[in-house]
């Protein structure tokens, strides 16, 4: 049984995350999208918002879970009894930053691999700030996230302006 986990903040989640996590979940038994609660940057959604948005729009991969964690992704990677961890590589300007994440998991725990998966040339450019920006500025953010998330952002940002 191999499970990997898929680690991010997913705020929010988008096609270019989904992108990984379907074709991750086609290689490995089970894979653990990993939400961390990552108190430095200031959120648009909550953590169970997001753990609700990522469930919904990856239900038809019977073999995703969502859970959030805090701390080292190592430690959570042990807690979860995984083996790998899978990171998407967008462009060069990545590789940089997850190489030396991998190589400090590694040497922080040797029995968790990386691996790294490259993302697809037509998501290459997006990041989950970008749509929120898109969003807050009328821009039209679907051909980079679900509807399902489209409209939650859309619900959320209503709320916000009041
Ligand atoms: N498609 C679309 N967007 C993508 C993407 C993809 N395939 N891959 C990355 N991105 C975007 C993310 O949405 C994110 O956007 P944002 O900065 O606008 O929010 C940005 O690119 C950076 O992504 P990522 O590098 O995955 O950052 P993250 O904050 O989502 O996740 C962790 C980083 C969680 C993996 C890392 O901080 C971590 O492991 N932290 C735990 C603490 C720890 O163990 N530290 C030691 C590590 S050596």
């Known amino acids: 049984m191999r499970t990997a986990i898929y680690p991010g903040s997913f705020d929010p989640i988008t096609y270019g995350h989904l992108d990984i996590i379907h074709r991750a979940a086609d290689v490995f ?12 940057k200031s959120p648009l959604f909550d953590f169970d918002e997001r753990v609700e948005m990522i469930q919904e729009v990856t239900k038809e991969y019977p ?19 995984a083996d790998v961890i899978v990171r ?6 990545d590789f ?5 994440m991998a190589q400090t998991n590694k040497q922080l ?6 691996m790294f ?12 700030s970008t749509v929120r920006e898109l ?15 489209r409209e939650k952002i859309c619900e959320k940002l209503e709320k916000r302006r009041g």
């Open 63 to 81: 073999n995703v879970e969502v859970v959030s964690f805090q701390g080292l992704l190592i430690d959570f990677t042990r807690e979860q009894k």
């Open 29 to 40: 038994d089970k894979v653990i999208v990993g939400i961390l609660k990552n108190q430095a």
């Open 88 to 93: 998407g590589i967008r462009a060069v300007s």
């Open 117 to 128: 998966l490259a993302t697809s040339a037509k998501y290459s450019f997006l990041s989950s």
């Open 135 to 149: 969003a807050v500025f009328g821009g039209d953010i679907s051909p980079f996230v679900p509807d399902y998330v």
């Open 96 to 100: 940089e930053y997850e190489l030396m």
């Open 109 to 114: 725990n040797p029995d968790v691999e990386t």
